[in-house]
């Protein structure tokens, strides 16, 4: 459509009750009809007419993540029967009936590919579940239902041990769904604790495998070993307090275990450093046939080389020899 402060054509759906005049900023909320005014105020670079259109996915994109930023570390404290605020206010900005169902459901995809996309991208920034985090509380507030983030760093603190309690995760979970049912947090916590031993650990030891076969390690730093990051309560406070993002620290395999379970643990940790070590030697083994194999082919293409020398002297020997034998001045 062209018009609504525009001043190019542009493929976009004008939501019922829109006006003439946009709404304030402070008046902006995440709906059809908020992110049409956010991106009427914000306009389409009507100067250079093909940016917009060239690269609508990623404006889309970041119209949803300006009404996301924040979410996570927002406290929300909710009635036993209460819906987040968004959910209210996301229905009352559609369209009524099957066309408000249809916007709705094409919004929440909108919301759901943009957290994954992220996940994507920031697998290499500490703060990925801050951010994932802060997608995944507009889809779960507007939308309604519950997001679980877990992220571990592949790098530890130098020289520590392959064990839960040297590791801490990042979490992402809606605090006001912990607040109204206290059964969740040992649910989470023994979710992370899982996720710790059986893929933390294989995570750590993946990168550092990769990091020892690709850079060059500095070996020369001390190898005082760090103390383990202290114990927690089952459910630990939210950063902020009051909002959904949680940094869980591992507990040590023998705190919430019987001694069958604490064999099989370790015994499982051994056949980590197993699959490690094989994993590494498999890679040299690769390096150094690759290696090899570039060797053989130079050598291949030297003796080839050579060969075409040496018929090329002779050659030049037979000339010779002929002009020599016929009595020319050479």
Known sequence: ????????????????????????????????????????????????PSIYSNHRSQFDAADIAWFAAGLSREVLHLNRNA???????????SPF?????????????????????????????YNVVLMCGIQAALWDRAFGGSTLIIHVEGTTRPNSPSHPEYIKLDVY?????????????????????TYIINTGIPTIKQWERCARSNWLINNSRSHQVPLPYPPQPIQPDATPRGSSTFVYNGRPINS??????????????????????????????????????????ALR???????????ELEELRRIIDQGQAGGGNW
Not at 83 to 93: A, D, K, S, W, Y
Not at 97 to 109: V, Y
Not at 262 to 281: A, H, K, N, P, W
Request: a negative charge.
């Open 1 to 48: 459509m062209q018009g609504s402060n525009f001043h190019i054509p542009v493929s976009m759906t004008q939501p019922s009750g829109s006006r003439s005049q946009t709404q304030g900023w402070d008046q902006l909320k995440f709906n059809q009809l908020g992110l049409f005014d956010l991106r009427r105020r914000i306009g389409v670079f009507a100067s250079e």
């Open 83 to 93: 819906f987040p605020p968004e959910l209210g206010v996301l229905r009352q900005g």
């Open 97 to 125: 009936g099957q066309a408000g169902l249809i916007a709705r459901n094409a919004l929440r995809s909108r919301v759901q590919k943009l957290t994954f996309d992220l996940v994507c991208l920031i697998q290499i920034c």
């Open 173 to 193: 979970f809606p605090g006001y769904l912990v607040e109204e049912n206290p059964s969740f947090s040992s649910i989470i916590s023994q979710m992370v604790q």
């Open 256 to 297: 919430d275990s019987n001694d069958g379970e604490e064999e099989l643990t370790e015994s499982m940790m051994e056949q980590l450093d197993l699959i490690e070590q094989r994993e590494y030697y498999k890679y040299q083994v690769e390096t150094i046939q690759s290696k090899l194999s570039i060797t053989e082919n």
């Open 301 to 311: 293409d030297s003796l080839a080389r050579e060969e075409q020398l040496k018929y």
